[in-house]
């Protein structure tokens, strides 16, 4: 169980951000990991002949980083009862060294029965967001 | 082309469980930077059941019978819900099945939701994915 407790937290509290920089190895990474190796993800020439501007990350990939801001705070895998995620906006990766940086956060937005709460995530990359309605529910103790 | 919706409700059992070892879990983690303590102990991500998904829809969603245009297609939404936690080796199987299919201002949407048991019968999680394949209603 986690040690964050529902008492303890009110609708409003910011967890802590995330910033993380999308390098094209990371692509790779994700791909092999996941299963997920659509070229879209891992072959420029590719992903431009489908009239993108580059290669874009996985969508999951985004989500699941997301999901690092609950998980660092609760520190607890069985505290996590729901995830979902609209995608909104693609994260284009263009092959540099110092990558794409998105910005990741997370708020309580309600609090709800049996010491559950509601927590919203968004994630912005240069200002545009690339989730939409993001959420969490998650049990604290 | 609009999908054909008499893919609709259509269930897709998988052939086989999936075994989950402690490399594909750590894998997973590592490459989405999750390092907490729970990976160590043998627990997966929340979204690494992504992995085992990706499969288990794919026997539907390449039927050619179905009209998806994979040039077209972009992820649109993804939702988990959790009964329990992943670990390393539990041994999983998925039902997925085209819950709908619409299509609207001109784009197909396509919902596939997965089931996932352990050997015991017991319910792990509920995925449901959104896809959309852009402009071809």
Redesign the interface.
């Known amino acids: 169980m986690t040690d964050i407790r529902f008492d303890e937290v009110e609708v409003g509290f910011e967890l802590p951000k995330l910033a993380h920089s999308y390098k094209r190895q990371d692509l790779i990474n994700y791909a092999n990991a996941s299963g997920d190796q659509n070229r879209i993800h891992l072959d420029e020439e590719f992903a431009k002949s489908v009239g993108l501007p580059d290669v874009i990350a996985h969508g999951m990939l985004t989500m699941a980083i997301a999901g690092n801001v609950v998980t660092n705070w609760l520190k607890d895998i069985n505290a996590i009862k729901s995830f979902s995620v609209k995608f909104s906006s693609p994260v284009v990766v263009p092959n540099n060294s110092e990558g794409t940086i998105v910005e990741f956060s997370g708020k309580i937005e309600e609090k709800i029965d049996n010491k559950q709460i509601k927590i919203g995530l968004e994630a912005r990359c240069q200002g545009v967001k690339v989730l939409g309605r993001s959420i969490i529910i998650a049990q604290l103790s | 082309m609009a999908l054909n919706q008499a893919f609709l409700n259509r269930s897709y059992p998988s052939k086989e469980t999936f075994k989950v070892t402690k490399d594909?879990i750590n894998?997973?983690a590592?490459?989405?930077?999750?390092s907490?303590?729970?990976v160590s102990d043998g627990?997966?991500?929340?979204?690494f059941l992504?992995?085992i998904q990706?499969?288990a829809m794919q026997v539907a969603l390449f039927d050619p019978e179905l009209g998806l245009d994979w040039?077209k297609v972009?992820?649109?939404?993804?939702?988990?819900?959790?009964k329990k936690?992943v670990k390393v080796g539990d041994e999983l199987s998925f039902i997925s099945t085209i819950e709908d299919i619409k299509t609207k201002v001109g784009n197909d949407f396509i919902t596939i939701r997965s089931d996932v048991k352990d050997s015991n019968n017991k319910d792990v999680a509920t995925l449901r994915a959104t896809l959309i394949a852009r402009g071809t209603g």
Request: net charge negative; aromatic share 16%.
């Open positions: 594909q894998n997973f590592k490459s989405i930077g999750d907490n303590s729970y627990f997966a991500s929340p979204t992504i992995s990706m499969g040039n972009v992820h649109g939404e993804q939702s988990f819900e959790y936690p």
